[in-house]
């Protein structure tokens, strides 16, 4: 019979082997979660009856890439490029400005308002702005649209940054609006590039679910997160309630982030968002060092939900963390405003969409690692533990990355 310590230690020595081999695989994966993908923010009032007044944020590399590739603009390319790569902020909104026809030509084609079926003139208003998000530079400038007449109703429409492009793809307009004596909130992306002021609750409510479900399924650390947990679960009571309360932290900070009670920057919230995905998958690591074959089992006297001492620390842990993934969720969604109670609803709906998916994954996933459990216990103590360490590796790496 193996010695229950000989069985931990050749168990984490395979999941090492296991995680490095999961971090060649994903080790041309970014440090952001969402490094393939872009998100456009377009912020869109009505300063007086006719005029519509557009601010818009997007990331000022993809900007100057997309622009220059678009109207073979090679000085544009180069100019931007090394502002990016060595200058400053003054020089980046310079070399902005320096080609100013390429840029706004390249925005307007592909971002407008109409009204009444009529597409509304825009023109530049005021400076450019350079702003960090999540640690990435952002373009702002402003667009005022010449609305003839007095509609009733706008419509807005976003293909900016599409997947034909091929520097990034699904990339996602979130639209705030305050036009038409309406107020709210509005995803848009290449399967629903447009949406009216006058759209109806359910289908603004729609998309933020989607919006949510999507965040979820194309954010890789937010996948390794869920992995971590379910791989370092007992009980599928275990693992549904961690999920959940995950989900509840992070409505919290995100509702917070809406109120603007609380705000922190991108430099402090990933690299502790990376390495809560690393302590999480160490948890179950530590639980195989310490207890072997048996790290998966409830230790006696069991307390409510059936959840031991173990148990209840490690909610503990994920619903500290769930605070910070929130507010790296707020960051993407680009929430830096006065809230309102529309917005709420909308990311109140963004979050049931991620906790479906959430429960969908685990749904799909627990059972067959129950099983495998049950059948072969330690083949399950391997497969928990390997899952476990590339995710602790991967985490890791993203610390280091973007403490960086």
Request: a negative charge; one cysteine or more; hydrophobic letters at 50%.
């Amino acid at each position: 019979m193996t010695h229950p310590a000989r069985l931990a230690g050749r168990v984490l020595l395979a999941s090492l082997a296991a995680g490095l081999a999961l971090l060649v695989v994903l080790g041309a994966a970014p440090a952001s979660a969402h490094g393939f993908s872009s998100v456009v923010f377009a912020d869109v009032t009505s300063p007086a009856a006719g005029q519509v007044r557009t601010e818009l944020g997007l990331e000022y590399d993809l900007l100057v890439v997309s622009a220059a590739d678009a109207a073979k603009d090679d000085a544009l390319f180069r100019d931007g490029t090394a502002a990016f790569e060595d200058g400053t902020d003054a020089e980046q909104v310079a070399a902005l400005e320096a080609h100013e026809d390429t840029v706004l030509s390249y925005v307007t084609d592909r971002f407008d308002v109409t009204a009444e079926g009529k597409t509304c003139p825009a023109v530049r208003s005021g400076d450019i702005e350079i702003k960090q998000r999540e640690g990435v530079p952002y373009a702002y400038l402003t667009l005022d649209h010449a609305c003839a007449g007095s509609a009733s109703s706008h419509v807005v429409r976003s293909e900016l940054f599409p997947d034909s492009e091929e520097f990034v793809r699904d990339t996602k307009t979130i639209v705030t609006y305050d036009l038409d004596l309406a107020d709210g909130s509005a995803a848009l992306d290449a399967a629903h590039p447009t949406f009216s002021t006058d759209q109806s609750t359910g289908e603004r409510f729609r998309e933020f679910f989607t919006l949510g479900a999507e965040h979820l399924l194309t954010g890789i650390d937010h996948i390794l997160f869920l992995l971590a947990l379910i791989a370092g679960s007992r009980r599928l009571r275990e693992v549904v309630l961690a999920a959940t309360t995950f989900t509840v932290a992070h409505s919290v900070t995100l509702i917070l982030a809406a109120l603007g009670v609380v705000h922190a920057p991108a430099s402090i919230v990933e690299p502790i968002i990376a390495l809560s995905i690393a302590v999480v998958a160490g948890w179950h690591l530590w639980g195989i060092w310490r207890r072997g074959s048996h790290a998966s089992d409830l230790a006696a006297g069991s307390g409510h939900l059936s959840l031991d001492r173990s148990g209840w620390a490690r909610l503990g842990v994920v619903f500290c963390f769930g605070l910070v993934h929130g507010l790296g969720f707020a960051g993407a969604l680009g929430i830096d405003q006065a809230w309102s109670w529309t917005l709420l609803w909308s990311l109140l709906v963004f979050n049931i969409g991620i906790e479906a998916v959430q429960l969908g994954l685990i749904v799909l996933l627990f059972p067959a690692l129950a099983l495998l459990r049950h059948r072969a216990p330690v083949v399950g103590l391997w497969v928990t533990g390997a899952v476990a360490a590339g995710v602790a590796v991967m985490g890791l790496v993203w610390f280091v990355e973007r403490v960086g």
